[in-house]
Every structure is written in structure tokens, then in C-alpha cells.
């Protein structure tokens, strides 16, 4: 891989997790212009119940709370404050309270 004059080794991870967010939030909201029938809660079924198990072994990504207020266009503080309490995994519970509360 071809490396950037400004950037150092110890940025590589910095700028493939850039890269993987920046892919994935652009995914979502590509979706939700062109088809504005997309539903969110189904995608964040599929990222608590399967691609989680991979945050074990493998960095993917934002932390998905910080995603849902993005989508939401909502201040990251819902998330921070769900981060902290005791079902901070559970994706669905979260975006069911920012969904509500919109």
C-alpha cells in the first residue's frame, strides 16, 4: 500500500477506520436518498446480532450508537450517555429511545 508524504505508519489504522466510516455512512444515506422507503432499525438488527461478534476479533467501524445519531442528525450526546449505562450493545433498545424522542 502505497503510503501518504503526511501521514506516518502509526496513522494507518487511524485512516482505514476513517476510510471504512466515512464507505458505511455514505452506504446508509446513498440508500436512504435514493430508495427513502430503506428502514434503518433492520440494518441495526443486522449489525447488533452479527457483524458485533466481530468488534471480539476485528475493529469495524464507529461504535454504532455514534452511527444512529449521525443518520439521525442528532447530537452524538443520546450515545454517550447510552455508552455509559449497562445495555450499551443493545443497538435496537437505543435506536427505539432516539426514534421516539425525534
Known sequence: MHSLPYLSV??????????????????????????????LRPVTELLQHHIERLR?????????????????NLHPRAAMQFRAGPDKDDFVKFFDQVASDA
Do not use: C, K
Open 56 to 72: 471480539a476479533t476485528v475493529e469495524w467501524g464507529p461504535l454504532v450508537p455514534y452511527n444512529i445519531t449521525g443518520q439521525m
Open 10 to 39: 502509526g496513522d494507518e489504522n487511524h485512516r482505514t477506520s476513517s476510510i471504512r466510516r466515512q464507505l458505511t455512512n455514505s452506504l446508509l444515506r446513498h440508500s436512504q436518498t435514493i430508495h427513502p422507503e430503506f428502514r
